[in-house]
Nanobody, 117 residues
Framework: QVQLVESGGGLVQPGGSLRLSCAASRTIFSIYNMGWYRQAPGKQREFVALITGGGNTNYADSVKGRFTISRDTAVNTVYLQMNSLKPEDTAVYYC???????????WGQGTQVTVSS
């Protein structure tokens, strides 16, 4: 079992920045790919960013150049740095851990990000 706890969401003005954190309950990064997803009201959950066990990253086109995913293995935490935020980035953001061998998947509880003036 893996528990994931997100934090860092909040209300920010357009053009502002936020950094989300996802703390894992144990050391998992070597065998789990870590991702961020988001779900806006009335929409399906969508992929935002991914960092693999090897440290490779991938981003949705809508956030490329604005968002950066990273991790700190010493504290079992993945981050999502979000810059130049837009109203359309408003959503609940979820952290995901997926075992790259057996595809076992875990989700955090989500953190709300609201971009509004």
């Amino acid at each position: 079992q893996v528990q994931l706890v997100e934090s860092g969401g909040g209300l920010v003005q357009p053009g502002g920045s936020l950094r989300l954190s996802c703390a894992a309950s144990r050391t998992i990064f070597s065998i789990y790919n870590m991702g961020w997803y988001r779900q806006a009201p009335g929409k399906q959950r969508e992929f935002v960013a991914l960092i693999t066990g090897g440290g490779n990253t991938n981003y949705a086109d809508s956030v490329k150049g604005r968002f950066t995913i990273s991790r700190d293995t010493a504290v079992n935490t993945v981050y999502l740095q979000m810059n130049s935020l837009k109203p359309e980035d408003t959503a609940v953001y979820y952290c995901n851990a997926k075992n790259k061998f057996n595809l076992e998947s875990y989700w955090g509880q989500g953190t709300q990000v609201t971009v509004s003036s």
